[in-house]
């Protein structure tokens, strides 16, 4: 049940399915453990996701109207997978404020974001706007550390089934971010 007191912040985005959840968090255990990046703060496997659009705060009725709408969308086809280039430095190598696994914007991905975008927009919910660069994020800088310049850091191949996308609430904590799943949609 939705709180309709508060606004939500909340996105749109996809749970990293169970299995790349825990093969990425494997890689994230190697580097805390061996303190490679030590100005990281690390994101907890079940926060990893690939968000399709960050909305912000929104009116709980308003989240419940964005909810049902989303069920109308076209399905996610059977067999649409997501595919992994590599993990990296974002948004820019060179100013590495975010660890991420980044991933291919293929069709299926491009029309999916498209096709929620429109949602948005229909409901008159504005959204952060900018080139869609799919990634999960795996780390973020801790405040007060320089970014640094990151390369390519490891290729990741392979890819994974893509079977449903969901509304997520975003909870702010001294901790960092925590993501509870408002709507599953598949």
Not at 2 to 27: S, Y
Request: charged fraction near 30%.
């Amino acid at each position: 049940m939705i709180d309709t007191i508060r606004e939500i912040r909340c996105f749109i985005g996809i749970p990293a399915p169970k299995e790349l959840a825990n093969r990425l968090n494997k890689q994230v255990r190697l580097w805390r453990d061996s303190n490679e990046f030590p100005d990281y703060k690390w994101v907890k496997r079940q926060d990893y996701h690939l968000t399709l659009h960050f909305i912000g705060e929104l009116h709980p009725t308003k989240v419940q109207k964005l909810i049902d709408k989303l069920k109308s969308v076209p399905r996610v086809e059977p067999g649409a997978s997501i595919q992994f280039k590599s993990i990296t430095g974002f948004p820019e190598k060179e100013k590495a404020r975010f660890l991420v696994a980044e991933c291919e914007a293929t069709e299926v991905l491009q029309s999916i974001q498209e096709q929620t975008g429109t949602v948005l927009k229909e409901l008159g919910i504005p959204s952060e706007n900018g080139a869609f660069r799919p990634h999960i994020s795996l780390g973020r800088l801790k405040p007060g550390h320089k970014p640094p310049e990151l390369g390519e850091i490891m290729k990741l191949d392979g890819d994974c089934a893509l079977s449903e996308i969901a509304v997520f609430r975003s909870i702010l904590t001294p901790e960092g971010s925590h993501y509870e799943v408002l709507a599953r949609i598949s």
